[in-house]
């Protein structure tokens, strides 16, 4: 649906002040009012909240907060700006696949570990700062924004001696990092929760 009013948008089809948001085009599939149109056909409908989110602060933070980000960098303007996440396997011993992602390209790096601990992280990061990028790395991700899973909590470590700045999210505000959430959403189409990653075939 968020593609939708998009695209109505960038096509001009419609001005904005004749759009309607697309929530109110989700409760038009719920009511029947878009044809054959139904809400199982939707893959993102099921995870929608209506609730209003409520911060809790009881979580721990890790590091420097995204509240202390450059507001520019939420424009997509400039190119540099990374978020990263881990999607994890069905259990608790199984291979995790980190996600790293360029905010104004929407490029995406994804590399599989052994395991979700900090040092298996530190060393997918380690091995994607310098033999990927060898000395450009800090130029190619200027920011990197995060969770505060202590699967992060060794990050601010590639801070040493570059330009680089880690940012944490706010405690269970997924949102800060929404560029990665919504590639993670797309990439769980090809490798559903309850799959074993163990099981695919994807790069180290």
């Not at 420097?64 to 990263?84: K, L, N, T």
């Not at 992280?121 to 091995?127: G, P, S």
């Not at 130029?139 to 990050?155: H, Q, Y």
């Amino acid at each position: 649906m968020d593609a939708c009013c998009g695209e109505a948008l960038l096509s001009h089809k419609f001005s904005r002040e004749e759009m309607v948001c697309t929530k109110t085009l989700y409760n038009y599939v719920t009511l029947g009012l878009l044809g054959a149109l139904k809400s199982i056909d939707l893959p993102l409908r099921v995870k929608r909240k209506n609730k209003k989110h409520k911060t809790r602060e009881r979580k721990k933070k890790l590091g420097r907060s995204i509240e202390e980000r450059d507001a520019s960098v939420d424009d997509r303007q400039e190119f540099g700006h990374g978020e990263c996440d881990l999607v994890l396997g069905r259990r608790s011993n199984d291979e995790v696949l980190l996600t790293l992602i360029e905010r104004k390209t929407r490029c995406s790096l994804i590399r599989k570990l052994q395991n979700k601990e900090s040092a298996s992280v530190m060393e997918a990061f380690r091995v994607i700062r310098d033999e990927w990028f060898a000395d450009c790395f800090d130029k190619v991700f200027r920011t990197i924004t995060t969770d505060n899973g202590s699967e992060f909590a060794r990050l601010a470590e590639l801070e040493e001696g570059s330009s680089l700045r880690v940012y944490y999210a706010r405690p269970y505000c997924s949102s800060d990092k929404g560029t990665n959430e919504n590639h993670n959403g797309l990439f769980r189409r090809f490798i559903p929760k309850g799959k074993c990653i163990h099981d695919y075939s994807v790069g180290r």
